[in-house]
């Protein structure tokens, strides 16, 4: 670049000493000839690699190479160590939980009974609402006899699901228990982790997850307008509970019970006088069934039904009509699903029947 400089100043020398022709225009060609030569020196002057005007004063500095500063490496983040799922644990959104995941929910869940000390100005239902539960099921776990009469320090044991406690005592049997409370025997089995559902140990203390709580009505009254107190004592022997056709007999591939049909709405009768333990109206299984103990060992129950003439806890004597034919829960036309138990058990029905 330099060489180049010195190169077009030679060449301008010689036409410095016609500057005063110049200035008067008297060569004309001369000038443009030095304008380029001039501009030729300007083009091969060294320019700054970087100009910046400092402070704003006009003077262009050339940039001087820096040394490049090298700055140290941010350091590496620890790898997060992160679970490592089987396939078989992983699932797609939105998709029911696997029976593992259900169960390892369940795990977590508390499963004994909690207990609770009433304090002051403690109510059923404040207790109740506390824990997620109804009144019913408070004052049925603890056999509440006046529901306003809690005593400071008291000590209640409350359901640590939605359902109910039950204590064992002689006499019980599990399907029973299971069909007084409107559950399955099953739902008990799992939760308590019954290894032996015929055997169960007295005086032990059941969850019954989902158990729904039947109260007596105070003035009960049948559809015949007798009063829930009036005295009926079984007779020891049984009447048929419906006019109809056998459809099926007991024991017939596993079945439980026998079913007499006929049309729908059509009376259904107390088999033998007694006292109705469970009356529950159901989406599935029996549908809407009755069930009356008649305090001599031996208990009916009356399934698929679409109207009850009597309430939990009534009094019914033998022959009653409690409650009409119909079709609910897993039945496929109008029919009566009629079962005994003698001491828990189930028995042909038709052993008992005339």
Known sequence: MREGFW???ARVRPYLSLLPDLATRRFPRHLAVLLALVLAMV??????QTGVDLGGDGVST??????ETVLPAPPT???IATPQLEPSQLREIGAAPSKEQQSAVQTNQPRAPIKYRVEEGDTVNAIAVKFGLDADSVIASND???PNALGIGEELLIPPVSGLLHRVYDGDVLNELALIYGVTPEAVVEYNGIKDA???QIGDLLVIPGGKVQMARANSTSRGGRSASAPARATGSFRWPAS????????EAGHSGLDVAAGMGSPIYAADAGVVIAAHKLGYGYGWYLMVDHE???????????????DYGERVSKGETIGAMGSTGLSTGPHLHFEVYSSGALVNPLKYLP
């Open 296 to 310: 001599n060992g031996y208990r009916s129950l009356y399934a698929h039904l679409s109207a009850f003439y009597v």
């Open 43 to 48: 083009a091969s002057q060294p320019l700054l």
């Open 62 to 67: 050339q940039a001087t190479p820096q040394e």
């Open 144 to 146: 509440i006899d006046d």
């Open 198 to 200: 015929n055997t169960l």
């Open 244 to 251: 109809g056709t056998i459809t099926q007999y007991f024991g």
């Open 77 to 79: 983040p620890a790898p």
């Open 7 to 9: 190169w077009a100043a």
